[in-house]
């Protein structure tokens, strides 16, 4: 398949930063070589190619394994994925199981449960897609999923220890620049640009690199094992997508090493929540997750 793709010239950078939530510091210097990235997040309609020359089934859509969930009873194990469903009222945020649910057959194709399709949103990005499900997508297309270092790379568009992907005002001009939630999170969502949820690949401005919904819109899946903070390499040698090692070899790994770093943040962030639609920013997220925030886009080597 023929994905849009920017190629960056590889560079060094600031990565990273101090300013905001623990996991960004330290803000560090990172090098990378030159790479292609897609132009914006795989969207429904590339996916759909995709599954239709493959045959490929989602993680979404396979039963939940009894090895993985023993004490769940058969028909609590049948396929589906987390939905995000808005509350009555304000509510406190400390406790993310208020807007979030389990809805089974919630899957790419319907992405809010059984029926609700993605008819009307050909060109939006896929989501309900886990980790397993963008590696088969990306090597179907000749490519791979970015590195961490590499994305934040391509999020920042050469501008240098910005806030946004954009500059340092959030609204420069008073122009949304990303789709991210607009009002009270998590149950007034008046919209951005007309959008509650996600939105149209390209909805807005592109980062100086050319780069569509870099930040906003749905987070990102990359290849790096996610650590509670960054460790700077100990050498200068390039980031070079799948020969990369993010952190210093000295240095273990933290946590759960089949959690993976999301990047970019989603149209569920909001200020008083979630101030991650920024190109440092980073989550932890299980290889096996499915939700109506998280796609990808992919890289490939030059």
């Known amino acids: 398949m023929k994905l849009q793709m920017i190629t960056l010239t590889g560079d060094s950078f600031r990565m990273g930063s101090d300013r905001f939530y623990p996991d960004e510091r330290p803000s560090h210097?990172?090098?990378?070589a030159s790479f292609e990235i897609s132009a914006h997040p795989v969207t429904n309609q590339e996916f759909a190619s995709f599954v239709e020359d493959t045959g490929y089934v989602t993680v979404a859509e396979e039963p939940l394994s009894q090895e993985e969930f023993p004490d769940l009873a058969a028909e609590d194990r049948v396929p589906g994925a987390m939905v995000f469903t808005p509350t009555d009222g304000p509510v406190d945020l400390s406790d993310w199981r208020q807007w979030w649910r389990w809805v089974p057959g919630a899957k790419w194709s319907d992405p809010f449960g059984p029926g609700s399709g993605i008819a009307t949103r050909l060109h939006h990005p896929v989501v309900q897609i886990a980790y397993r499900d963008a590696i088969a997508f990306a090597d179907w297309a000749g490519a791979r999923l970015p590195t961490e270092a590499e994305w934040e790379y391509a999020a920042r568009g050469g501008l240098v220890d910005t806030?946004?992907?954009?500059?340092?005002e959030a609204r420069p001009g008073g122009e949304l620049m990303a789709n991210h939630w607009q009002g009270k999170f998590p149950h007034l969502?008046?919209?951005?640009?007309?959008?509650?949820?996600?939105?149209?690949?390209?909805?807005?401005?592109?980062?100086?690199?050319?780069?569509?919904?870099?930040?906003?819109?749905?987070?990102?899946?990359?290849?790096?094992?996610?650590?509670?903070?960054?460790?700077?390499?100990?050498?200068?040698?390039?980031?070079?997508?799948?020969?990369?090692?993010?952190?210093?070899?000295?240095?273990?790994?933290?946590?759960?090493?089949?959690?993976?770093?999301?990047?970019?943040?989603?149209?569920?962030?909001?200020?008083?929540?979630?101030?991650?639609?920024?190109?440092?920013?980073?989550?932890?997220?299980?290889?096996?997750?499915?939700?109506?925030?998280?796609?990808?886009?992919?890289?490939?080597?030059?």
């Open 29 to 32: 210097e990172r090098s990378v």
């Open 163 to 168: 806030d946004f992907a954009w500059g340092n």
């Open 189 to 302: 969502n008046t919209g951005a640009s007309g959008w509650a949820g996600t939105s149209p690949v390209g909805t807005f401005p592109p980062n100086p690199f050319g780069l569509f919904d870099m930040t906003g819109n749905v987070w990102e899946w990359t290849t790096s094992s996610y650590t509670a903070f960054h460790f700077p390499p100990v050498s200068t040698t390039p980031d070079r997508g799948r020969r990369a090692n993010l952190l210093a070899p000295d240095q273990p790994r933290e946590g759960d090493p089949s959690r993976r770093v999301l990047k970019g943040g989603s149209h569920l962030c909001a200020p008083e929540y979630c101030l991650r639609y920024r190109p440092s920013a980073r989550s932890p997220q299980s290889e096996d997750t499915s939700m109506t925030h998280i796609g990808f886009r992919v890289s490939r080597d030059l």
